[in-house]
């Protein structure tokens, strides 16, 4: 049985992807549903991706 702090561990990690995609210029909301589902994984690619450049 997976304990409730493991699910709230996860929802941190997205919010906090969200923070850190939208402080490169991505959609905060869209990295956040992507963490909710790969985790660890969305957070090694948003420190690997370059800033959006806005025109």
């Given amino acids: 049985m997976l304990d409730s702090s493991f699910f709230?561990?996860?929802?941190?990690?997205?919010?906090?992807?969200?923070?850190?995609?939208?402080?490169?210029g991505r959609s905060g909301l869209a990295?956040?549903?992507?963490?909710?589902?790969?985790?660890?994984?969305?957070?090694f690619l948003i420190v690997i991706l370059s800033r959006v450049e806005n025109d």
């Fill in 31 to 43: 990295w956040c549903l992507i963490s909710l589902l790969v985790g660890p994984i969305a957070t």
């Fill in 8 to 24: 709230v561990g996860w929802g941190t990690l997205s919010l906090i992807n969200a923070g850190l995609a939208q402080g490169k």
